[in-house]
């Protein structure tokens, strides 16, 4: 999915070797992308911008439709990252310059690492369920990666963790002695909670690493305080474990990792280390250069929004 909604200018990030500690509860953003499509932006937020190596997390729907296209993102380009494209409900159509494809669907993976360059686009496929609910997430590469060639993946048989009180569906990394065939280049996990009426959920974590929850449905409790849709809850580092109570079923998304150690300049569908560099890839789009082309699509690209040399510093 493409940032379509970016800053005038460029978000500096800068490494992170002690995380915050407690939980902190950050409001989300959201943006009307047209068509009944709402986003609510839950990463980069100006109180937190990266949760391990994740640096965007956008939740959309949910939605029904009738004869339409949901959702259609027209070509464009990413550089220095990976897209995670999760489901609850519906269907998203993947098309890149490499000519691969892909229907992403609840329980599904769409994994594109874009590495030094590739355009990919994202639309409601012409058969669908009229149901459009999910997530889009990008994982940073850190800099021994990122120039890589670029590549596309569709997993399809995801580990399934069941605590007790519910299921964790781990879409990357790995959680609670079970690791995902989803190929990653940081340590990070990030897993679907699903939790039933009365339940009571545990679930080991990595001491060392920091992480978020965002409930997507109900209401969960942890360490006496209630946790809500409309937010960011950072839980911070130093947890080996957590424990989740729902008086009603509870969907939440816990993301996690390894503090980033480098610093990263995060703009519209760039994750890069200078201003020049995406000033670079900036032009090389303009230019038909690099990227490639999406075959596939039937229309016109993205156009690139006008860009400011002048990073916002952050936090």
Not at 238 to 257: D, M, S, T
């Amino acid at each position: 999915m493409s940032d379509l909604k970016p800053p005038l200018e460029s978000n500096y990030i800068p490494p992170r070797s002690v995380p915050q500690m407690g939980i902190m509860s950050y409001p989300v953003r959201s943006a009307d992308l047209g068509g009944g499509l709402t986003v609510v932006r839950a990463l980069p937020l100006r109180q937190q911008r990266l949760v391990g190596a994740w640096c965007f997390l956008d939740h959309f729907g949910p939605l029904s439709f009738d004869d339409r296209k949901a959702m259609d993102i027209a070509p464009h380009p990413h550089i220095g990252l990976q897209t995670v494209s999760w489901l609850f409900d519906g269907e998203v159509l993947h098309n890149d310059s490499l000519g691969c494809s892909g229907v992403a669907r609840p329980g599904e993976l769409n994994l594109m690492t874009a590495g030094m360059a590739i355009s990919h686009a994202e639309e409601t496929p012409p058969r669908n369920s009229g149901k459009l609910h999910g997530l889009q997430l990008w994982v940073a590469l850190p800099d021994a990666e990122r120039w890589r060639q670029p590549s596309f993946d569709h997993h399809t048989d995801l580990p399934v963790v069941e605590p007790g009180g519910g299921h964790a569906h781990l879409f990357v990394g790995e959680l609670a002695g079970q690791r995902s065939k989803a190929r990653t280049f940081s340590p990070i996990v990030g897993a679907e909670l699903n939790l039933g009426a009365n339940a009571q959920m545990r679930l080991p974590l990595n001491a060392g690493w920091e992480h978020a929850l965002v409930i997507i449905e109900g209401e969960v409790s942890f360490d006496g305080q209630q946790l809500a849709p409309g937010a960011l809850h950072y839980l911070g580092p130093l947890r080996n474990g957590i424990e989740l109570l729902a008086k009603h079923p509870a969907r939440a998304v816990l993301i996690g990792g390894a503090p980033f150690g480098e610093s990263i300049i995060l703009w519209w569908n760039f994750v890069a280390r200078s201003a020049e560099e995406i000033q670079v890839a900036r032009d090389d789009w303009e230019q038909h250069r690099r990227f490639g082309e999406v075959q596939a699509y039937k229309g016109e690209r993205l156009k690139s929004p006008s860009f400011s040399v002048r990073p916002i510093a952050s936090l």
